[in-house]
């Protein structure tokens, strides 16, 4: 079996893993055991149409009736182990979860001469 380096995740690393039901989940790494991680803030990726005959993704609570904190998902759960999460999802999701909104290359390219 390959086992890319480059994409493992650490800890603290906004991360997305795939649960045998389908559903697609993005959180903050927070701890890794032999059998579970724990993930920080975990949003469920959703399909959501932005205009007619175009769809966006969508974050929405991994539990709706309840405070999300940090979760804990078992291995055995899951149909893809956590990856690193793509840069623009990552940057959405910090900015979903906390407000803060993180600038990008392309924005940085307007201040070099």
């Not at 795939?18 to 959180?27: A, P």
């Not at 055991?33 to 932005?50: E, G, H, R, W, Y």
């Not at 009736?65 to 999460?85: C, D, H, N, Y």
């Amino acid at each position: 079996m390959l086992i890319e380096k480059r994409n493992s995740p650490e800890l603290n690393d906004i991360v997305t893993l795939k649960l045998v039901s389908g559903e697609e989940i993005v959180g903050k790494l927070v701890e890794k055991t032999v059998d579970s991680v724990f993930l920080a803030k975990p949003v469920v990726i959703v399909m959501q149409p932005v205009a007619p005959k175009q769809m966006g993704l969508a974050f929405h609570p991994v539990l709706g009736s309840v405070e999300t904190g940090t979760i804990q998902f078992s291995l055995a759960g899951m149909a893809i182990r956590p990856l690193k999460t793509g840069e623009d999802v990552s940057r959405n999701y910090i900015q979903a979860t906390t407000g803060l909104v993180t600038a990008n290359a392309d924005d940085l390219a307007i201040l070099t001469p």
